[in-house]
């Protein structure tokens, strides 16, 4: 049980590590309109468009609370045995 949440504790700071990256990247992204890793696209893409990051962050978010009710909802239904 130990190893378990701290395991679970790792794994929150590693992702609240990760979208906080991601939002600073995008909000850098959205002020600027400039694309921070573009030297990685060798020339075989497109322009992208930028403001559909900060579309898919939102989209994110709303999903993860939409699954947080439906579980949450779903938990107080249940009848104890």
Do not use: Q, W
């Not at 504790?9 to 600027?32: N, P, S, Y």
């Not at 020339?43 to 994110?60: E, K, N, Q």
Request: one cysteine or more; hydrophobic letters at 55%; a positive charge.
């Amino acid at each position: 049980m130990v190893f378990r949440e701290k395991k679970e504790k790792t794994d929150r700071i590693i992702g609240a590590a990760v979208f906080a990256f991601l939002l600073v990247m995008v909000a850098f992204e959205t002020i600027t309109g400039k694309f921070p890793f573009s030297f990685l696209l060798f020339g075989m893409m497109g322009t992208p468009i930028l403001v559909c990051h900060a579309g898919g962050i939102a989209g994110v978010i709303i999903a993860y609370a939409l699954v947080k009710i439906i579980n949450s909802r779903t938990k107080k239904n249940i009848a104890p045995a």
